[in-house]
């Protein structure tokens, strides 16, 4: 399998895992989600009728991501992945929320960014099919694309750690550590480090290993829904395995 149908296959599954697990939640009816929709006006009961509704059509475009993929849902998926993690800063939460959250509209960017721009309305709906050979510079664009997105989550998600967030310290509590305070310490400074070290050079494919495993194992330890989670949070995941394909591309251009 060639690194443009590796980094194809790794970008369209992680969209897909993105809306999926998103998509669950509401089906779940997950409480918080009140307070996100209460941002464009949308009240308590109304908002438990909705969610059902989101969860479903969610569902499906992840679905239509396995079966037949197009551009379309991508492009939906870049929109609808943005905008609700920015309802999460305008509902009141940390601005680094929403940066923890950029793999959900990084891997779907990075999906069409493997092709060249649509003609036409038709053609955003045509089935995406894996590319073929990609241009170095095409391949250039990616990397710096993927690169922005793994150190965005990276820092977004160290920020959380570093200001004490209860849902991260709850996990660590939960996992038998006594001082979660220094491991939510320990841990931010890890993934801002390795954020900032993502956006001013080119990362080693050992360092890229390393974070995703490291976002792999430690988004398991949600105690609620952790599968759901987990899934949801594809992109994450995504976006650095499809960024440590892409710098094994002999044809990528140094940056």
């Known amino acids: 399998m060639t690194t443009e149908n590796k980094i194809y296959h790794t970008l369209r599954i992680a969209s897909a895992m993105c809306l999926i697990g998103h998509g669950a939640f509401g089906i779940i009816t997950k409480a918080v989600w009140c307070n996100y929709l209460a941002v464009i006006g949308i009240d308590q009961q109304q908002s438990y009728q909705l969610m059902p509704f989101i969860g479903t059509v969610d569902i499906a475009l992840g679905i239509s991501l396995f079966i037949f993929p197009m551009r ?24 680094a929320e929403l940066l923890e959250r950029a793999g959900n509209f990084g891997a779907p960017l990075g999906l069409l960014l493997l092709y060249p721009r649509a003609k036409g309305f038709k053609n955003w709906f045509v089935r995406m099919k894996p590319p073929g050979q990609v241009s170095a510079e095409r391949m250039e664009r990616l990397i710096l694309c993927l690169k922005m997105v793994a150190s965005l989550l990276l820092i977004g998600h160290g920020l959380l750690n570093l200001l004490g967030k209860k849902g991260l310290m709850a996990q660590y509590n939960s996992l038998g550590f006594d001082n979660s305070i220094l491991v939510g310490y320990v841990a931010g400074v890890i993934e801002v480090i390795g954020g900032t070290l993502f956006l001013i050079t080119r990362p080693l494919r050992i360092i890229i290993l390393f974070f995703i495993i490291w976002k792999m194992a430690t988004e398991l330890f949600y105690p609620h829904w952790g599968v759901w989670e987990w899934i949801e949070r594809g992109g994450s995941y995504g976006v650095l395995l499809a960024l440590w394909f892409a710098i094994s591309s002999k044809r990528s251009i140094k940056i």
């Open 72 to 95: 379309a849902v991508a492009l939906w998926l870049i929109i609808w992945g943005f905008l609700t993690a920015a309802m999460r800063p305008l509902a009141g939460e940390p601005f």
